[in-house]
């Protein structure tokens, strides 16, 4: 299985973009990046996923490194409600599927 | 739409004690997995199944038995509950994709709070 780093927490203020970062240095070529993230007292959410190209919703953008090593959680306008846990996760084909420890995302007003 | 129905929500069960979670998706998934999450703590994976019939580990499956006799459920069962089984539980389902392609979004249930005294 693919091991991800992410800071453990990050600050940013309301209203500015934020960008998260993953490390998945050992990722297969198969392996497509998720990221979900868990609002307080919630179950996790789907956020946005990518293989190779950079990726657009209308909650995220997903920024993947050339070499898939890496990749970026961008959103571009954060709010109080975007204060959150934001997992990293390569998901392959075998579909076990592991959240690591997320990065702890505070929001400033 | 229903999604994901977790039941039920709260739970209380004294040490030895046996029960089921049960969960149950309307969306025709083929994958379905269940994950437990202590307090101020990530998921850890307890048991998945790529579809009916299949059933595989997770990360910590001890004391935990699953079952995926329909594609629609796929209920947890506690064998012998111990306080180190008091956490939130989380259902999840997803379409797998062809071919096993992994690009099926998640989805969580509410989850099931479980104290075990």
């Known amino acids: 299985d693919a091991k991800t780093t992410q800071p453990n927490s990050m600050e940013s203020n309301e209203e500015e973009p934020v960008h998260l970062p993953c490390n998945h240095s050992t990722i297969s070529g198969t392996d497509y990046i998720h990221w979900y993230r868990q609002l307080p007292s919630q179950g996790p959410e789907y956020v946005i996923h990518?293989?190779?190209s950079n990726v657009n919703n209308r909650m995220a953008s997903l920024a993947i490194a050339e070499d898939r090593k890496s990749s970026t959680l961008i959103l571009h306008r954060a709010t109080l409600r975007d204060a959150a846990v934001y997992y990293c996760?390569?998901?392959?084909?075998?579909?076990?599927?592991?959240f690591g420890k997320g990065t702890r995302l505070h929001i400033l007003p | 739409n229903a999604g994901v129905t977790q039941t039920p929500k709260f739970q209380v069960l004294k040490t030895g004690q046996s029960m089921t979670l049960q969960c149950a998706q309307d969306m025709n998934h083929e994958y379905m997995s269940w994950y437990r999450q202590d307090p101020g703590m990530g998921l850890r994976l307890i048991h998945y199944s790529v579809g009916a019939g299949i059933t595989d580990q997770g990360e910590v499956p001890n004391g935990y038995n699953v079952s995926r006799s329909t594609t629609e459920d796929f209920p947890l069962r506690l064998l012998s509950a111990a306080p180190s089984q008091t956490s939130v539980y989380f259902c999840?389902?997803?379409?797998?994709?062809?071919?096993?392609?992994?690009?099926?979004?998640?989805?969580f249930g509410e989850g099931s709070r479980l104290t075990v005294l």
């Open positions: 996760i390569p998901r392959n084909r075998d579909d076990k599927i592991i």
């Open positions: 990518g293989l190779t």
């Open positions: 999840a389902s997803s379409y797998s994709g062809l071919a096993g392609i992994p690009t099926g979004e998640l989805f």
